[in-house]
């Protein structure tokens, strides 16, 4: 059986981000690092994967470790206008999904999939704004469930 409280009680938190448009994920982890530093005194461990799709399998193997809190999960999937976005979008979703239940260790996700993205100045300004917002609530879900999670182990 998992034990929530232990895994939730662990002193560190990993945080995995996808490298395309890092641009504008490097908001999210600066933003998610600002806040989680106010609510938690959890260490963050930082992590790279060239996309979306390698982040899954990246939160699987960190939760293996027996290190880690939870994992953050931070990306940007958009429609290139060649491929079909929102296929990689759901399948990271379902494995961050997967990863979770089958390790017992709260995985969070910041990969967003937004129906139009240009690489124009306006689209990219607006996402930096509103990642700055989604690092935030990240911290938040993630301190909040860490934090219930303990507490039913009392």
Known sequence: ????????????????????????????????????AKLSD????????????EIPLHCKALAATGKYAAVVAGG???DGGIYRHDFVGRTVIDGLMQAQMETGMPVFSAVLTPHHFHGNDEHVNFFKAHFVKKGKEAAHACAETLTSLVAMGS
């Open 1 to 36: 059986m998992t034990n929530f409280t232990e895994i939730a009680s662990r002193d560190r938190v990993a945080f995995i981000q996808a490298c395309w448009h890092r641009d504008i994920v490097d908001v999210l982890r600066d933003s998610f690092k600002e806040e989680f």
């Open 42 to 53: 959890k260490q963050i461990d930082f992590y790279e994967v060239p996309g979306a799709y």
């Open 76 to 78: 940007l999937v958009v």
